[in-house]
């Protein structure tokens, strides 16, 4: 129902470069209340001016709203929380912890979560799994194959993230670039 509304609100009008511009740099990140150690994160945004606010979100650790803008004829906040989000792993031990013991939960949480999403992995490669560069009992194979079975049956990509310090970058990229798509 959101989507619909928020969808028919952008069909409206034709935006031109300069509003579109003004639309992107409005957006305010949502972080979840659960969300963890994400200092690195948060002071990114803050040395970039990003705005961003603590909700309770449904799924995923990351997602985003657009602030009511009279001029621009969105009466009220517009969010995207049902919309696209970003499921956060903050190494290979959480998500292999999340793929074994959590299983059950984490592939409900996915079965509910929106059509646009990703999980972000940090502080590994797509080598560190199949290397076995890991600290947990889980084997590479079946690793691997989670992985890939998850991206498939949930249509979730998966992004690796080596240097964390780059995460905060991507999860306002990704959102800027949802939101320029969206609108067109």
């Known amino acids: 129902m959101i989507l619909r509304r928020t969808k028919t609100i952008f069909n409206k009008y034709k935006y031109t470069d300069k509003e ?99 999980l972000l992995i940090e502080n590994a490669s797509y080598e560190d799994i199949a290397t076995g560069n890991y600290d947990t009992k889980y084997n590479r194979k079946s690793f691997i194959a989670s992985i890939h079975s998850f991206w498939f049956k949930y249509n979730i990509p998966v992004m690796f993230m080596p240097n964390n310090q780059y995460s905060g970058l991507f999860i306002r990229e990704y959102f800027e670039y949802f939101l320029k798509n969206y609108l067109r």
Not at 31 to 50: A, C, L, M, P, Q
Not at 67 to 86: G, H, M, Q, W
Not at 95 to 101: A, G
């Open 20 to 118: 579109m511009e003004e639309l992107i740099s409005s957006i305010t990140i949502l972080i979840d209340t659960r969300e963890k150690v994400n200092s690195h994160i948060t002071d990114y945004f803050d040395r970039k001016g990003i705005s961003y606010k603590k909700k309770a979100l449904g799924y995923g650790d990351y997602s985003f709203m657009i602030p009511a803008n009279e001029k621009l004829s969105i009466p009220r906040d517009l969010y995207f929380n049902t919309t696209c989000v970003i499921e956060r792993k903050a190494s290979l031990e959480e998500i292999s912890n999340n793929l074994t013991k959590e299983r059950d939960r984490f592939e409900k949480e996915l079965c509910l979560a929106p059509k646009t999403k990703v």
